[in-house]
């Protein structure tokens, strides 16, 4: 097989969609909670700032679903022409969950629209909130729907296979697999501390360029708190998930760990390079901690890779992703963590310079972390497309037109990414910000 045959064609334009659309989605999941949260949170207090945001972020939320329909499409549409085997021989088991995602974003839009063009329009101010919250429910929702997709492609079920043709569907078992929870959960609370982050970076950068105004200390103190609150519950679900692959996926475990002899009391590796005899250089080892993540307990037995056939063990290069993965969600912590305790630093200013610059990288980095947490999800599950059941190779399309397609998928993605970004630049400029404040009589001073 050539480095650019069809099969690894697909993957490169699959995997391009994918690392493109991940964005988009999670701040569609995310946005709408941060915009539900400022306006509740004005509605409580009474204060207009907190009104403002909503109203801010609801525009930039617009911009991003308008971009995220279109990567979305791009995927459904990938599944058909890229993976034809793939869909003809799984598609009635997960039929449900894809036409439940349509339902779940006909809500979402529907309703986004009401919000939009409903604003002043009601004398009780908790009546314009609950629009808001099909828009919530139906964001995260058309995550779960897609993510039990992908959940089902870890761990097919709700099926007998039988010469290749599953049989005796059970679509709802399908979509309830096992790794349904785990991924779920930790893709939802993902987004949320990714769009906190985002946000919370928004603020800190409009206090960098010298803005006094309280809108904005408001908007940070709001979106830090919210990226620390979620960061820790990312990472408390991540060892759910850690769990869950010692028992339903122990090979994506072991080659993330490059733990190779099954045994109790396991050592987990941080960094590190592989000699030619798979044994462990210049890597960070800490006794015992594999074999409690996989099941709170020393010695709890971890399955290592040498029980798995070579031609079905993942790449050992996802130890990195991995690695990455839990460094930055220690960081999205730490940062937040540091705000909240800034009176007791060193220095001064209530604001130190390189605590901005940190909020600011709050953003990137969450990004960054589902970006290496979805490679290592779906490089790990390799060479498998339904594991245990079908490999990349056996999904994939024969054509020969599919680097033409991905070259034009580039251009498309190219283009779509610089308008959003000029867009959404252009929208929260703080100059701007500051003049809307104006105009509704929100003019304020810092305060003591």
Known sequence: MTSLDPVMLSRLLTGLTLFVHIVFASLGVGIPVMIALAEWRGIRTNDPHYMLMARRWARGFVITVAVGVVTGTSIGL?????WPTFMRVAGQAIALPLFMETFAFFVEAIFLGIYLYTWDRFKNKITHLLLLIPVALGSSA???????????MNAPRGFTLSNGVLTNIDPIAAMLNTAAPTKVSHVLVASYTLCAGVLAGIAAISILRGQKHIYFKKALKLTVISTFVFAVDTAILGDSSGKYLAKYQPEKLAA?????????????????????????????????ALSILAGNA??????GLNDFPVDERPPLSIHYYFDLMVTLGGILVVIPLLYMFRKRLPGKKPYPRWLLIGIVALGPLALTAIEVGWMFAEVGRQPWMMRGVMKVAEAATTSNYVGWMLVLFIILYLALCFSCVKVLSKLFQSNDAVEEMRALGMEGAEPK
């Open 298 to 303: 020393p010695n709890t037995e971890v399955i």
């Open 78 to 82: 990938q599944l058909s022409l890229l």
């Open 256 to 288: 993330g760990e490059w733990h190779f002899e099954t045994q109790p009391y396991a050592t987990l590796v941080y960094g590190g390079v592989l000699d030619e005899n798979n044994e462990v250089r210049y890597g960070l080892k800490i006794p015992y």
């Open 142 to 152: 058309s995550a779960m729907f897609i993510t039990m997709v992908n959940s089902f």
